[in-house]
C-alpha cells in the first residue's frame, strides 16, 4: 500500500518521463542518419517519415521497458548507488530496443559506433536530469522545508530510536515527527493514545510503527487506518535480518524498515484484467444462472421455511475493510442468531433445502453480486466472519495476515479447492488455508483463476466431505 501526497509531488514522475522521451528523440533527430532506408510491410508515404517512425517507437518501448525496471521507483530515501544501477539497467535494456529497432529497415547505414554514441550521450544526458532532479529535491526538503511528509513513529525498541536519529538528522529526507508514541521516557505519549491521537489527525502521510510491540488487534486498527486515510504503513522489525517476499524492505542508511509488498494481482495492469474478467464471468452467472435459479429457489424456501431467500453477513474484506457477503439462506430464521458459528456435520439449524445448497456450493452464489459491487473477485482467498478473524490473527505469522487482507477476498480460492474449507476444527486448518491464500497471492495468474474455477466445478460434482 504505497500512497504519494503533495501539492506537487506526483508531477515529479510524469515530467522526468517526458523529459527522457524528448531526450531520446530529439538526439535522434539529430544524430541519427536513417537515410533512404525501407521499413518492412510500409507503404504509406506519411509512415515513410524515419524519425517519425522512431518517434512512436520509442516512445512506446521506452515507457514499457521503465515500467519493467523500474526506472521512475525512486524515492526520498533511495541512495545515489541505487539511481545509478536503474541508469545502466535501462541502458542495456533500451540498447537492445534500439538495435531491434534498426533491425525492421531492408538496408541500415548507421555504425554500431554511430549508435552506440547516440546511446551514451541520451543516458548522459538522462542520468544527469535524473541526478539533479534528486538532489534539487533534497535541498528543496532540507533548507526550504518543502516536500515534507508528517510521521507518527510508534514503538520503544533500539531499532526504532535508530530509526528516529536517521530521519532526525537527515533533514534532505523530509520526514517531520508528528509524535512518538511509546511506553517509555523515548516516547513522547503512551502508546495506547496513538488510536485516539490518529483518530483526530487530518494530516498523518506515513506510520512508522515496531511490529513486535504491538498485538493483533492494535495492528490491525493500525492497517484500517492506514487505509482508510491513504497513509503508509510501515513496519520497523526487531530483527535486522527479517525479509520476507510478503513485505518490502527500504533502507535508510542501513537499517530497514518493512511495508506491505503490493500484491501482484493489485498492480494497475493485473487489477484491470482480473476486474474485467470478474465482471465478465459474474455478469455471465447473473443472467444465465441465478436469472432463473433464484425464482425457483424463493418458492422451495418459502415452502420449507419460514424466512427470506437471501442472507446477508458481516466479513471481512480488503485493508480489513467490513462488507456484507450475500448468500441464500440455508440456516432456520430462529437459528439466525447463531449463523456467527460455523455449520458442523448434522447441524440441526440446517433446513432441508440448505442441505442441498450447502453441499452443492450454489449457497455462494449471490456473491457474484458481491463480485460485480467491487466488494469480492471470484476468486481469492474467502472472507472470515468477523469473530473469526480476530482469532485466526493469533495462530497465524502477523505478516502473512497482514498480505491475505491486502487483496480482495474471493468467491472460491486455492485454499478451498485444496481441501482447507468449512469449518475450521485445529490451528492447522487455519495455517494451512493461509498458506494455500499466501502462495495463490504471490503466484497470481489468470490461468490460475481459470484453473481454480475449474476445480471448483469438479470438487462440487465430485462432492466435498466438508461440504455440509
Given at each position: ?84 544501477s ?11 530496443i ?86 517509555s ?11 485516539e ?33 491513504h ?42 484484467i ?20 433464484t ?30 457477503c ?17 455449520v ?69 480460492g ?55
Amino acid at each position: 500500500m504505497e500512497f504519494r501526497r503533495g501539492r506537487f509531488s506526483w508531477l515529479i514522475r510524469p515530467a522526468l518521463t517526458i523529459y527522457d522521451i524528448i531526450i531520446i528523440n530529439v538526439f535522434a533527430y539529430y544524430l541519427l542518419d536513417f537515410g533512404d532506408a525501407e521499413i518492412y510491410f510500409i507503404t504509406d508515404p506519411f509512415f515513410k517519415n524515419k524519425h517519425l517512425i522512431y518517434f512512436i517507437y520509442s516512445s512506446c518501448f521506452w515507457l514499457l521497458s521503465t515500467f519493467f525496471v523500474r526506472f521512475y521507483k525512486v524515492y526520498r530515501y533511495t541512495s545515489l548507488l541505487n539511481i545509478l544501477s536503474l541508469v545502466i539497467k535501462q541502458f542495456f535494456v533500451y540498447t537492445i530496443i534500439m538495435y531491434g529497432f534498426i533491425g525492421v529497415f531492408r538496408s541500415i547505414d548507421l555504425s554500431a559506433f554511430t549508435t552506440l554514441r547516440y546511446l551514451v550521450i541520451c543516458f548522459i544526458a538522462i542520468g544527469f536530469g535524473k541526478i539533479l532532479s534528486y538532489y534539487i529535491l533534497k535541498a528543496f526538503r532540507s533548507y526550504f522545508k518543502g516536500n515534507v511528509r508528517n510521521v507518527v513513529i510508534i514503538g520503544c525498541g533500539k531499532s526504532v530510536q535508530n530509526f528516529k536519529a536517521i530521519i532526525t538528522d537527515k533533514k534532505e529526507l523530509g520526514y517531520k515527527i508528528n509524535e512518538v508514541f511509546c511506553d517509555s521516557a523515548f516516547g513522547t505519549k503512551p502508546l495506547k493514545d496513538c488510536f485516539e491521537y490518529l483518530k483526530n489527525a487530518t494530516f498523518i502521510d506515513e506510520i512508522f510503527c515496531a511490529i513486535d510491540e504491538l498485538t493483533e488487534k492494535q495492528l490491525n486498527e493500525l492497517v484500517k487506518y492506514a487505509s482508510i486515510n491513504h497513509s503508509n504503513i510501515k513496519f520497523i522489525p526487531k530483527d535486522a535480518e527479517i525479509v520476507t517476499k510478503k513485505l518490502k524492505a527500504d533502507y535508510f542508511g542501513v537499517l530497514p524498515v518493512l511495508s506491505i509488498q503490493r500484491a501482484s494481482l493489485n498492480d494497475d495492469i493485473n487489477k484491470a484484467i482480473k476486474r474485467c474478467f470478474d465482471i465478465i464471468f459474474s455478469l455471465f452467472v447473473i443472467c444465465f444462472v441465478l436469472s432463473w435459479v433464484t425464482p425457483i429457489l424463493f418458492i422451495i424456501t418459502k415452502i420449507d421455511s419460514k424466512g427470506p431467500l437471501f442472507y446477508k453477513q458481516e466479513r471481512t474484506g480488503i485493508d480489513y475493510k467490513v462488507f456484507y457477503c450475500y448468500k441464500f439462506r440455508s440456516l432456520k430464521m430462529e437459528d439466525q442468531k447463531d449463523h456467527e458459528s460455523y455449520v458442523r456435520p448434522g447441524d440441526q439449524r440446517v433446513t432441508l433445502v440448505g442441505k442441498f445448497l450447502r453441499k452443492t456450493s450454489m449457497d455462494e452464489l449471490p456473491q457474484f453480486f458481491n463480485v460485480l459491487k467491487g466488494e469480492m473477485s471470484v476468486v481469492g482467498p474467502r472472507p472470515h466472519m468477523l469473530m473469526y478473524t480476530d482469532i485466526y490473527s493469533k495462530k497465524i505469522n502477523k505478516y502473512s495476515f497482514i498480505q491475505r487482507h491486502n487483496v480482495k477476498p474471493g468467491i472460491t480460492g486455492l485454499a478451498q479447492v485444496s481441501g482447507y474449507r468449512g469449518e475450521v476444527q485445529s490451528d492447522k486448518d487455519i495455517i494451512g488455508r493461509v498458506k494455500y491464500d499466501i502462495f495463490y497471492i504471490e503466484n497470481w495468474s489468470l490461468l490460475l483463476d481459470v484453473k481454480i474455477i475449474i476445480q471448483t466445478f469438479v470438487n462440487i460434482v465430485k462432492g466435498e466431505d466438508k461440504a455440509y
